[in-house]
């Protein structure tokens, strides 16, 4: 049985213009590969914009590394929209994805009582939009974020102290949130489940002088040993997410100023999954995608 994982050509092996955190694929394919394997599966690396044809052996698909998406959203959702009407199991599903590829899901978990971090929504952001932040949020330092985004691109930190010409803005879709100090202070937290249940966690920290806690901008990861009480938080989310429940996701917090764990992003679609700090990933996501197809 084939399970086909999707990849970009920045994270496939056979690309000539790897990606610098292509070394994460490498990781997170020698972790799930054996074992899948010790279960009768042959994992596959396969470029997400493959001719469909390109699956027709394949019963499963793992979104795997396909790294790109947020630049071709319209692309990518029509992809796994046209794979699972094949009859291909997509794991995350077509509509936890559509749902997940938008971060206005914050606002709707927000909504459901998940605490979040207060967070201004624009289409379009403009120097006024950012003056009322400051004050709304209390704070010196904002962050803004693509909707539509991942793996920091497209982010701005701004001071209080920052100038803008009369007519400047931001032509996009973007989240406007505080500056949280605990990120290069005690870090971000990444909480792991598989198939509902808890797997593993991380704590990441971004390179000195920098916020940005990705392998490209120098940041590492440690395993965690959380208490339960963060355990339940962080479960509280997914068990807060529509659709389903999803094969994996990767629960990120930050501790607020306050000290409470706030929800910074669930991540459903093509997370990394911390596979060095997590010996039982492998497996777990062998027996869940077992599960899976024997319920189709």
Not at 144 to 166: W, Y
Not at 211 to 225: K, L, M, P, T
Not at 264 to 285: D, H, N, T, V, W
Request: aromatic letters at 8%.
């Amino acid at each position: 049985m084939t399970i086909g994982f999707l990849t970009c050509p920045g994270t496939n092996p056979a690309s000539t213009n790897r990606r610098s955190d292509a070394f994460e694929h490498d990781l997170q394919v020698a972790a799930l590969r054996p074992e899948m394997e010790a279960a009768g599966m042959e994992l596959r690396e396969i470029e997400w914009r493959a001719s469909d044809q390109s699956f027709d052996d394949i019963k499963l698909v793992l979104i795997g590394t396909a790294w790109d998406y947020q630049d071709h959203e319209t692309e990518f959702l029509a992809k796994i929209d046209s794979l699972a009407e094949r009859g291909i199991t997509v794991c995350n599903s077509p509509e936890l994805v559509r749902w997940n590829s938008r971060k206005t899901y914050l606002r709707e978990l927000a909504e459901a009582n998940a605490a979040t971090i207060p967070t201004q929504w624009h289409e379009r952001v403009t120097r006024e939009d950012l003056s009322s932040a400051f004050t709304r949020f209390d704070t010196d330092r904002l962050v803004v974020k693509r909707q539509v985004g991942a793996n920091a691109e497209g982010q701005h930190v701004f001071s209080a102290a920052d100038t803008f010409p009369l007519n400047w803005s931001l032509e996009m879709p973007v989240m406007v949130q505080p500056f949280l100090p605990a990120i290069g202070e005690t870090g971000e937290i990444s909480f792991l489940f598989i198939d509902g249940q808890f797997c593993h966690a991380v704590i990441k920290r971004p390179a000195d002088g920098d916020y940005r806690v990705q392998s490209d901008y120098g940041g590492c990861e440690e395993a965690y040993d959380p208490p339960k009480g963060e355990c339940a938080s962080a479960k509280a989310i997914v068990d807060a997410l529509p659709h389903g429940t999803p094969l994996y996701a990767r629960i990120d917090m930050v501790r607020g100023n306050e000290g409470a764990l706030l929800l910074m992003e669930a991540e459903l679609i093509e997370p990394f999954l911390y596979p060095k700090q997590g010996r039982e990933l492998g497996r777990r996501m062998a027996a869940g995608i077992v599960r899976r197809l024997a319920d189709t």
